[in-house]
């Protein structure tokens, strides 16, 4: 084989190459483009379907500023009383909160809402006589601004029926603890 038979199979080598990149982006960006497509597509179909998930949703409890004030009181009491809650974050670091002893206090108190042995309000469960150690004493007392922040984000989400916030059996109506770790019983 001669030198320039040599450069003409390089030179044609070169170019199936190069027509064989071209074709392989061509294919690579019509992908993109069809995905890109598709997930707007399914991005909006999950947006709509959400939309109308969330009119159809009814909440679960559907709590009042009352009760999510009268929540905090008992989870916090006064905002400028370290321990006089069932779990006081007023003097913790809120980095550091543990949602999940948060959550039991307040699974115990819907669990009761909804045991047919209890009141069937949060208010009624809440100020029942002889039931939380801090109540009704805590019921004059201020909360602070992240014990309502902490609860009503606990509110909300029970009432868009998250069931990741149902932390303890819902046979559980009572605990007990010492402000930092609870344990719920039937």
């Known amino acids: 084989m001669t030198r320039a038979e040599r450069r003409k199979q390089r030179k044609k080598r070169r170019f199936i190459l190069c027509i064989t990149i071209l074709i392989f982006m061509l294919v690579c960006i019509l992908a993109i483009y ?23 949703i009814k909440p679960r409890y559907g709590f009042t500023d009352d009760d999510i004030y009268l929540l905090a009181q008992l989870l916090c009491g006064s905002k400028n009383v370290d321990g006089d809650g069932e779990y006081d974050i007023d003097f913790k670091d809120p980095e550091n909160l543990n949602y999940y002893e948060i959550s ?82 039937p």
Not at 35 to 46: E, G, L, R, Y
Not at 170 to 179: A, P
Request: aromatic share 6%.
């Open 104 to 185: 039991k206090v307040f699974c115990v108190v819907m669990n009761r809402v909804r045991d047919e042995r209890f009141p069937n309000t949060v208010k009624e469960v809440v100020m029942a006589k002889g039931q939380f150690a801090v109540m009704p004493k805590n019921s004059k007392k201020t909360p602070s601004d992240i014990a309502i922040k902490v609860t009503t984000e606990w509110c909300n989400a029970y009432d868009g029926n998250d069931l990741g916030i149902q932390c303890v059996p819902e046979d559980h109506v009572y605990f007990t603890g010492d402000g930092i770790t609870n344990k719920t019983r």
């Open 34 to 56: 069809s995905h890109n497509k598709n997930t707007n597509v399914k991005a909006a179909s999950i947006t709509a379907t959400s939309q109308a998930t969330q009119e159809t």
